[in-house]
């Protein structure tokens, strides 16, 4: 049986995007409430006040078809430069003009999510047609928006979340979440600093492509041929699909995260979603090994991607790499 939360979100995401097509002047104004979650009130006024405010610029903005203005909304430098960065590969606006939400407590500070975007992909980008996502707001312990990005649903987020075994390995599942967020939210504004960042020195990359062969004019079964490449190489090769790409998207629908059993590492496992505005597209999984020996600055030890299908069906699940194929030093 179909649960009511499933039916509800399915109906809410068709709703908003037949209100795509009304003038989006009428959704200027956005009012957001926080529900519970958090019991100091001064910061609960202090982030509604400025969550409010930044979704009423952002449908101003998106009316006006004009760049967003912060001057009035006390952001941050590196927040300025990430919703810019978003905005530049694809403008958006909130579809609800009210919105009542509760507060998540993470390792540093609070978050909002569930925040209902529609994607409006520029005109000259020629890169489909309006869509819908979510966003997340992350704020410091005093009230001040840390961060604003698009989203895993809700769904798959509590999904992960419920599966902690303690308060320790639960607030390392907030940060894998957080951080998986942020790295899909770069790749979505091509942001390059991030990334290089977020991605160890040694990191292990590997890719893994289709080959398709024949032999005496017949077809013989697909396989999959593996490549590693270094950090270097792999940022190197970003900046070039970067710079020949106005627009990409990368989206996940499907997580899962396995613990290392003593140390504080864990495998990430994504299906993915990738498309680039020059006509580029692959559908695969996306393994990733965070390691948080410094919570402040995770790194990215392991990366791999894997077709979703080969020889017509779905790669098998003992197939798709998994933590324990690799050496955690």
Known sequence: ?????????????????????????????????????????????????????????????????????????????????SLSMLWENSPFMCMDDEIVERCLTTASGYQVRNIPLMMKPRADRNFGESEYQEAVISFDRQGNIESFYLSISMNLYMNVIKDGNDVTDLRYRQLILDWTERLRTSYNTKDIDFLEKVYSEDALIITGTVIRSTKDNISQPERIVYNSKSKRDYIAGLKKVF???????????????????????????????????????????LVLIWDFRDENYPQITVRTWQPYEINGKPLPEEDIFKLDDFTIR
Request: charged share 15%.
């Open 243 to 285: 710079a020949k790409n106005k627009y990409i998207k990368v989206t996940f629908d499907d997580i899962k995260v396995t613990a290392h059993n003593n140390k504080p590492v864990y495998c990430v496992t994504l299906h993915q979603g990738y498309s680039a505005s020059g006509g580029y597209h692959d559908d695969g999984y």
């Open 1 to 81: 049986m179909v649960s009511t939360e499933i039916i509800f979100d399915s109906m809410r995401k068709y709703i908003l995007t037949l209100l795509v097509a009304m003038p989006a002047i009428l959704w200027a104004g956005v009012q957001i409430s926080i529900s519970d979650g958090i019991d100091n009130q001064s910061v609960k006024t202090k982030m509604e006040t400025k969550m409010s405010a930044l979704l009423t610029e952002i449908n101003a903005a998106q009316a006006s078809g004009r760049a967003l203005n912060f001057t009035n909304l006390n952001l941050s430098n590196s927040v300025q430069m």
